[in-house]
């Protein structure tokens, strides 16, 4: 496929959103967590400090340069991997973040390795026999899924998986590696939850992608033709649907971020989410800063990537 | 056409296309109950919510405590009714808050256009780059967590979505030869708003302040479960669902009935909201 030069601006334009849309947001971050809280000093050195304390450290940590020049700063620091020092236990950021990031980007890889192919076929097939039993059982669990609070659907694994069945540890994330199966234990209560919550959101967009396809014309003559169902649906709708389909996906990835921040708090599990949570309880700002941050980026590079694949596979954006 | 238009017909809602579905019923009564509970809920509860009136915790369904007791022994019952308030009242406020600016601002945009509408749109759109859940701990984490912090926050996370889909509607509403005839006769923008789109994107927008409602129940329902919403001693449905979390391993009451009443009402909400006759729902 060859595409043209519109399509290059399309897409470039789309990233230069993208890009602007981060400014704002990393602005929007900075100045919910430095300015709205009142004077960062004061908080820190608590109401007995003197005055003059209060001053000192004003200038120490630069808090009398003017806002714009501090956020400056700051989004430089950020691109250079300095993210400031813990308000908390005075380490490093980038050192408390670091294996977190790692322990949640695994837990969101093996949720997305497991729900996608499960809601691609869920989806496909609720498609395919639109109206059957299938189709009404899936449609009623995904409404379902998505209109309670994620902490519910962990609350119901946890009952259903550990303590009706006894298959699994109830709330507490085992820090033991030594067997597979431990592994597989410690994981499983997260992701299980992780991929209800997303899988339901990526199952209804992949049924309506492929339904709407399906209701096309050209669909309908394979039907006339007196093709089966299935050849109809895989070979006919299918590759047209595989545009709508991989935007579906990542849209419903960036569910994963809302997600995981509930979930690594209910289960314990050493990520940047829970390492966030408890960063807004001690009200340690700087490492709320770099958390949000990440999560945004990601959340804004799923969304971004989400209309990127709809822009690059339907021929008529591309004018 | 012509015979059924002449043919005497009564203005019932079945005739005149307003008439709901028994999905749509059911949830509208849901709904319509979670409503008096929260107005009159802390005066039907058995026992006053804060207080300790068991000395077993995690008690299992009795006659006297209904749907059992919490991990202070204090009744669910009572307190899934005071929570209703909290829940209810909290969503509700902010949903018209979100709406009301989002529909303002989208038919303004809509019917000014030009550098405003531009900017606006921007703007907003990159809020919507914010995860939702994410915006609440950030400002919670900033100014701490009260009642008024947690109005306005929901509000401001869920406006920039109403923005856009009020917007939407009006660019299309705005292009309509009533509009331009109306412009042509020299009036004003205030007059163009209030009467000529207003009324006609009200009920897609009545449609989607229901689904924001729902959105705003999940949020704050997952905040106070986190701890960082409604604070102690009070607490809505999301946070009964925290204190009691201890009560998971013994599959208590405690723990399953305030997730049901956060159930119940945002699935009725969405049954309610997809079964509206289409006249109100797709108007435009």
Same mark, same amino acid.
């Given at each position: 496929m060859l595409?043209?030069?519109?399509?290059?601006?399309?897409?470039?334009?789309?990233?230069?959103?993208?890009?602007?849309?981060?400014?704002?947001?990393?602005?929007?971050?900075?100045?919910?967590?430095?300015?709205?809280?009142?004077?960062?000093?004061?908080?820190?050195?608590?109401?007995?400090?003197?005055?003059?304390?209060?001053?000192?450290?004003?200038?120490?940590?630069?808090?009398?340069?003017?806002?714009?020049?501090?956020?400056?700063?700051?989004?430089?620091?950020?691109?250079?991997?300095?993210?400031?020092?813990?308000?908390?236990?005075?380490?490093?950021?980038?050192?408390?973040?670091?294996?977190?990031?790692?322990?949640?980007?695994?837990?969101?890889?093996?949720?997305?390795l497991v729900s996608v192919p499960v809601s691609l076929v869920l989806g496909i097939s609720a498609a395919m026999w639109r109206g059957s039993i299938l189709d009404r059982v899936v449609t009623v669990l995904t409404i379902s899924v998505i209109s309670v609070p994620e902490f519910m659907v962990a609350t119901l694994a946890v009952l259903i998986f550990a303590v009706w069945l006894g298959w699994l540890p109830a709330l507490s994330y085992a820090a033991d590696t030594s067997s597979f199966t431990a592994i597989l234990k410690a994981y499983a209560m997260p992701v299980i939850t992780l991929t209800f919550v997303v899988s339901a959101q990526m199952i209804r967009m992949t049924r309506a992608a492929v339904i709407e396809t399906i209701n096309t014309p050209y669909v309908e003559m394979a039907l006339l033709k007196g093709a089966r169902r299935s050849r109809m649906v895989l070979r006919h709708a299918l590759p047209n649907a595989l545009g709508p389909i991989a935007n579906a996906i990542a849209l419903s990835l960036s569910y994963l971020v809302g997600g995981v921040i509930i979930v690594e708090t209910i289960f314990n599990y050493p990520g940047v989410a829970k390492l966030m949570v408890d960063a807004v309880s001690t009200r340690d700002l700087p490492l709320i800063q770099s958390c949000a941050m990440i999560f945004c980026v990601s959340y804004l590079s799923l969304i971004t990537l989400a209309d990127l694949i709809a822009i690059l596979s339907n021929p008529r954006l591309r004018r | 056409m012509t015979d059924k238009a002449l043919s005497f017909r009564l203005p019932t809602p079945r005739n005149l296309g307003y008439s709901f579905n028994w999905v749509g019923r059911i949830g509208l009564l849901v709904i319509l109950f979670w409503a008096v509970v929260a107005i009159i809920g802390p005066e039907i509860a058995p026992y006053p919510p804060g207080e300790i009136v068991n000395w077993d915790y995690f008690t299992p369904m009795s006659h006297d405590y209904l749907l059992g007791t919490d991990y202070l022994g204090r009744d669910v019952l009572s307190r899934i009714l005071m929570g209703a308030r909290y829940t209810v009242g909290i969503a509700l406020v902010s949903v018209f808050l979100a709406?009301?600016?989002?529909?303002?601002?989208?038919?303004?945009?809509?019917?000014?256009?030009?550098?405003?509408?531009?900017?606006?749109?921007? &703007?907003?759109?990159?809020?919507?780059?914010?995860?939702?859940?994410?915006?609440?701990?950030?400002?919670?984490?900033?100014?701490?967590?009260? @009642?008024?912090?947690?109005? &306005?926050?929901?509000?401001?996370?869920?406006?920039?979505?109403?923005?856009?889909?009020?917007?939407?509607?009006?660019?299309?509403?705005?292009?309509?030869?009533?509009?331009?005839?109306?412009?042509?006769?020299?009036?004003?923008?205030?007059?163009? @708003?209030?009467?000529?789109?207003?009324?006609?994107?009200?009920?897609?927008?009545?449609?989607?302040?229901?689904?924001?409602?729902?959105?705003?129940?999940?949020?704050?329902?997952?905040?106070?479960?986190?701890?960082?919403?409604?604070?102690?001693?009070?607490?809505?449905?999301?946070? &009964?669902?925290?204190?009691?979390?201890?009560?998971?391993?013994?599959?208590?009451?405690?723990?399953?009935?305030?997730?049901?009443?956060?159930?119940?009402?945002?699935?009725?909400?969405?049954?309610?909201?997809?079964?509206?006759?289409?006249?109100?729902?797709?108007?435009?």
């Open positions: 595409r043209s030069l519109t399509t290059w601006m399309l897409v470039g334009q789309r990233l230069a959103i993208a890009l602007l849309t981060l400014v704002i947001v990393s602005f929007a971050v900075f100045f919910a967590t430095e300015l709205l809280p009142g004077d960062v000093a004061q908080i820190l050195l608590g109401q007995a400090a003197t005055p003059e304390a209060v001053a000192g450290l004003r200038k120490a940590m630069g808090l009398d340069e003017p806002a714009i020049l501090r956020f400056l700063g700051w989004l430089a620091g950020l691109l250079h991997g300095d993210l400031g020092t813990s308000y908390v236990n005075h380490m490093a950021v980038a050192q408390l973040i670091g294996d977190r990031l790692v322990n949640s980007l695994k837990l969101a890889g093996i949720t997305t | 709406c009301a600016g989002g529909v303002i601002l989208g038919m303004v945009a809509a019917v000014v256009g030009g550098w405003f509408d531009m900017i606006l749109s921007r &703007l907003l759109d990159a809020f919507n780059g914010i995860p939702s859940l994410l915006f609440g701990l950030v400002t919670v984490a900033a100014v701490g967590s009260s @009642i008024p912090v947690l109005v &306005l926050t929901l509000a401001a996370i869920y406006l920039p979505g109403s923005y856009r889909f009020a917007r939407a509607l009006s660019v299309n509403v705005n292009t309509m030869d009533f509009v331009t005839v109306a412009r042509a006769r020299g009036e004003r923008t205030p007059y163009l @708003i209030l009467r000529e789109i207003f009324p006609n994107i009200l009920g897609p927008v009545l449609a989607d302040l229901g689904l924001r409602f729902v959105f705003i129940v999940l949020v704050l329902s997952g905040l106070s479960f986190l701890g960082l919403g409604v604070q102690p001693p009070n607490a809505d449905w999301g946070a &009964l669902v925290r204190e009691n979390i201890e009560g998971l391993s013994l599959g208590a009451p405690a723990i399953l009935f305030p997730s049901v009443a956060i159930a119940s009402l945002t699935i009725s909400v969405n049954m309610f909201i997809d079964n509206l006759p289409t006249k109100i729902r797709d108007r435009s």
